[in-house]
């Protein structure tokens, strides 16, 4: 066994390789980028060196100055984690030359996987099902949408270099082809490195189920079952689960069987995903091979109590597998839930931020046993006070859940997503307990479109804030206050109590929720305040106005007495904002101080702004051009991804700020743009 590995990642799989290693008594190596000088997986490795700028261009993916790190550190073995260079064959192949153990599958499996067209001629030679569509090396845009026209529509454009989503478009029209096909293009080139594509038929209703191989270097190979994986968005996983809802024993059977065979027939070693497409009637299609650990493998670690990372360690090594196929069993069920700084509501935006607070559910720090009626587990790369930066993948955490069945593992998803509290910038939580509750995930009715199909569910309207968390916010503005005057001693001047000679001082809090003012009245009395709202018009206690009195204040907690009734929750104020966590879910509201706000003019007009820093890739249209509302104004790459900035309005571009290719920072106006 190796007793120093080097992690060639950063983020939560670094992180979750160092706690195995420790586990196994192994010393681990981290790198890290200059954006990453006090990332959590720096700090959790036993050394660490710097390993270049912020770009991953630059540092992560910088093969050479990985393995000079390797090298001088005395580390045996390279873990590329996910991403990065975990299937780059030249990487693995380098790796071995330079004497160090890629713990990963040989470069030969990596190629031959790596290229989509290339594995699925693999596995038309191999019989093994596949969707219709072209696969081949001419990579003109009109041949390519001739292909696409022969197939019907709607068809998927795919990268074939491709993963985790990116570089992926569905085409409904022939006329859409050629615009999406640049838009896949520039995106595989960004991310991959390669723009080829294949065009094949997007299947309606899909369900997107993968399998587990492993693998050994004495030419065994097992499957530990399936996770499905259908709950996406923009073609990347929401939520995982393990085994797949509704698998009857023959087809998880035969879906197996054809994952070790797709696995064999390349000679792969160590952890892989084979992924199959599959329709509601149980027919099944191969899609593509990830030759590396997979971001949902904690769903099949808690279904059958196995670390998969220990075992690709001692794959490595030269061990055999520790298990025979017939000795792996299945127990419970398993979900995860990937935490990330997006903003769902403004089409899944990443967000950018300092994590100023972050409080998570209960959990072990890595957890395999079934031995309780559910486990809570979460594996993060980031700690209240980290930043989320612009360079790499918005993930927070992973939030995995296990439970004696499935329903057993809903519930302990839903009460874990409650008690997760981010502020500091956006993050995907309220959205996924949405999802987590909704009716067609809790009955298992999965595909790929789910979240489109249910979105006035997953997407409603904005409801009143409740009078419990305007008191709440209300609560933490009145005891700040009263705390500062405590703090700044006896001076009559600074006393906030609301004394007055003939009479209560009485005041309003200016609160905004989701845009729209919700003032609250308040009138201050010896011990308590009495509150008025409009929520409150229709009860009669004390004239229209409820009686607070604060309870409890420990830190950020406060519980108070509201009329006959408690309410308590942790209300986190950032700037003019409160955030409020109650009853199991996140409020945000605004406050204008009216001392800080008097003399505000309305902004000005006519400003389009980008939503985070990025680069200008395509502009769309031109200088004096008239546009309709909608109509998109120009492409920006931002954390990987592709933003379109649309028109708000119908009106006039009256002139373009940026050109392609350059760089913008986050709220830097791009155009100029004048209504109609």
């Known amino acids: 066994m190796f007793t120093k590995i080097l992690s060639a990642n950063r983020g939560e799989i670094a992180c979750r390789v160092a706690a195995t290693a ?49 090298l001088a550190t005395g580390a045996q073995a390279i873990h590329p984690g996910y991403g990065f260079l ?22 030969s499996a ?53 993963g985790g989503g990116k570089g992926m478009r569905i085409v409904e029209q022939s006329a859409d082809f050629k615009a999406a096909l640049a838009s896949c293009k520039r995106e595989a080139i960004n991310s991959f490195g390669d723009d080829k594509v294949l065009v094949e038929r997007y299947l309606t209703r899909p369900r997107h189920i993968e399998i587990q191989v492993f693998a050994d270097t004495r030419g065994e190979c097992v499957y530990l079952f399936e996770r499905d994986c259908s709950v996406q968005r923009r073609h990347q996983k929401v939520l995982e689960e393990a085994p797949a809802p509704g698998m009857t024993p023959e087809r998880r059977r035969a879906m197996g069987e054809a994952a070790v065979a797709a696995a064999k027939a390349v000679g792969y070693v ?42 690709q360690l001692r794959v490595a090594s030269g061990e055999p597998l520790p298990l025979k196929q017939e000795q792996l069993q299945l127990s419970g069920h398993a979900l995860e839930a990937r935490i990330y700084a997006e903003n769902p509501d403004k089409g899944f935006l990443p967000s950018t931020g300092t994590l100023r607070h972050l409080h998570t559910p209960a959990a072990s720090e890595f957890a395999v046993s079934q031995s309780s009626a559910s486990i809570v587990r979460i594996d993060s790369g980031v700690r209240q006070g980290d930043a989320i930066s612009p360079f790499y993948d918005p993930m927070i955490a992973k939030l995995i859940v296990w439970g004696q069945d499935r329903q057993q593992a809903l519930a302990a998803m839903a009460k874990a997503l409650a008690e997760y509290q981010i502020v500091g910038l956006a993050s995907n939580v309220k959205f996924l307990q949405r999802l987590v509750a909704s009716q067609a995930f809790s009955e298992a009715d999965l595909d790929t479109g789910l ?51 003939n009479g209560n001082l009485q005041r309003r809090l200016a609160f905004v929720d989701d845009g729209k003012a919700s003032p609250l009245d308040v009138t201050y009395e010896a011990a308590r305040w009495l509150l008025h709202h409009e929520q409150l018009e229709t009860q009669t206690l004390q004239q229209t106005f409820k009686q607070m009195t604060v309870l ?26 409160f955030h409020v966590f109650y009853a199991g879910s996140q409020h945000t509201l605004g406050y204008v101080d009216p001392l800080l706000h008097a003399g505000d003019v309305e902004a000005e007009g006519g400003r389009l702004t980008a939503p985070m820093p990025g680069k200008i890739v395509a502009l769309l249209v031109s200088q004096g051009e008239q ?3 909608g109509a998109p104004l120009l492409i920006m790459e931002a954390m990987k991804m592709e933003h379109t900035i649309a028109a708000p309005a119908d009106g006039l571009v009256e002139e373009l700020l940026y050109a392609v290719g350059d760089q913008v920072s986050e709220s830097a106006q791009l155009l100029v743009f004048k209504a109609a």
């Open 627 to 629: 546009v309709k509302k």
């Open 451 to 501: 979240i489109e199909r249910h979105q006035d569910t997953l997407f409603p309207t904005a409801t009143p804030v409740a009078i419990e968390v305007l008191a709440l916010a209300a609560a933490s503005l009145l005891l700040s206050e009263r705390n500062a005057v405590n703090n700044a001693g006896s001076d009559p001047w600074t006393n906030t109590d609301g004394w007055r000679l």
């Open 22 to 70: 420790r586990r196994m008594g192994i010393k681990t190596v981290a790198v890290y980028s200059e954006a990453d000088a006090g990332a959590k997986h720096v700090a959790v490795c036993d050394e660490a060196v710097l390993i270049g700028p912020a770009t991953a261009k630059e540092s992560y993916l910088r093969a050479d100055k990985v393995i000079e790190v390797a």
């Open 270 to 311: 160590g952890a892989g995903t084979v992924e199959f497409i599959a329709n509601q009637d149980g027919s099944f299609y191969f899609m593509e091979m990830n030759t590396r650990l997979q971001v949902e493998h904690p769903v099949t670690e808690m279904i059958t109590g196995l670390d998969l990372v220990e075992w």
């Open 552 to 577: 409890e204040q420990d830190g950020d907690f406060i519980e108070i007495s509201l009329g006959d009734r408690t309410a308590a929750g942790t209300v986190v104020r950032e700037g003019e904002q």
């Open 86 to 107: 975990s299937e780059n064959a030249q990487f693995a192949a380098a790796c071995a030359k330079a004497g160090l153990v890629f713990i990963g599958p040989p470069a």
């Open 110 to 162: 990596i190629s031959a996987m790596g290229s989509k067209s290339a594995a699925k001629e693999l596995m038309e030679t191999a019989k093994v099902p596949l969707v219709p569509g072209y696969h081949g090396e001419t990579q003109d845009a009109d041949f390519l949408q001739q292909q696409a026209d022969k197939i019907t529509y709607p068809v998927l454009l795919k990268a074939s270099a491709g």
